[in-house]
């Protein structure tokens, strides 16, 4: 037994509300460019360093030895007073947040020298689009 001509219409027009839908969700995605501060932690604003990329002020990446595993890095974390931001369990390593009373240089300096430790770097702030800024007519 064939559909019937209506039920046919009936299901092409679904499926063209639900993509017309799916456009406007979509489109009306925007990214937030400003750091909106918490009421439970005010977030501090990104470093930058001129040519250097901007980074996390109190953020660091460390990549660890999957060998030596990560029970080091975790007692370091603890004995330091870090609090662990994420834990990156595809890539062994984590994103530290450091102690109010230390600064960034001091806390990478500190988990570099860590058993297992292979890497600690900046968590850098990529930006995926940049502002709108007006064009100016020249006449």
């Not at 209506?6 to 092409?12: P, R, S």
């Not at 969700?25 to 400003?34: F, N, P, T, V």
């Not at 660890?64 to 931001?85: F, R, S």
């Not at 230390?102 to 502002?131: A, S, W």
Request: hydrophobic share 35%.
């Amino acid at each position: 037994m064939e559909p019937s001509r209506h039920n046919v219409n009936k299901e092409v027009t679904r499926w063209a509300i639900l993509l017309v839908l799916t456009i406007m969700a979509l489109s009306s995605c925007r990214a937030k460019q400003q750091v909106v501060a918490t009421a439970t932690r005010n977030i501090p604003t990104p470093v930058e360093h001129g040519h250097v990329q901007e980074h996390s002020p109190s953020v660091l990446l460390v990549m660890y030895d999957a060998e030596v595993g990560k029970q080091p890095l975790l007692e370091a974390i603890k004995d330091y007073g870090c609090e662990i931001v994420y834990d990156y369990h595809m890539i062994n390593g984590m994103a530290l947040r450091k102690p109010d009373d230390k600064t960034l240089d001091e806390t990478m300096q500190h988990f570099r020298r860590v058993k297992g430790v292979l890497t600690v770097e900046y968590d850098h702030i990529y930006h995926l689009t940049d502002p709108v800024k007006p064009k100016l007519e020249v006449q």
